[in-house]
């Protein structure tokens, strides 16, 4: 008899601590969205081209296109 309350015990905080992670990852994925909007790369300073083209230092910041990097230069 001990083992078998013991296992449902056990389901019941498994359970309760897959609802509290889903919950977290939840509210980490809708306020993500407002995160990279303000970490673009314009917004650190920076200047979307072609990866041949920056002569400063290339960071892959979001808001610029596929085959483009956040080019970050000392003199802007």
């Given at each position: 008899?001990?083992?078998?309350?013991?296992?449902?015990?056990?389901?019941?905080?498994?359970?309760?601590?897959?609802?509290v992670?889903v919950?977290?990852?939840?509210?980490?994925?809708?306020?993500?969205?407002e995160?990279?909007?303000?970490?673009s790369?314009?917004?650190?300073?920076?200047?979307?081209?072609?990866?041949?083209?920056?002569?400063?230092k290339?960071?892959?910041?979001?808001?610029c296109?596929?085959?483009?990097?956040?080019?970050?230069?000392?003199?802007?």
């Amino acid at each position: 008899m001990q083992k078998k309350g013991l296992a449902i015990n056990m389901i019941i905080w498994l359970v309760l601590a897959l609802i509290v992670l889903v919950i977290m990852g939840f509210l980490i994925a809708r306020s993500s969205g407002e995160y990279t909007k303000g970490t673009s790369c314009e917004n650190t300073g920076g200047k979307c081209v072609k990866t041949t083209e920056c002569e400063g230092k290339k960071s892959f910041i979001a808001g610029c296109e596929k085959d483009e990097v956040c080019c970050i230069t000392e003199g802007d």
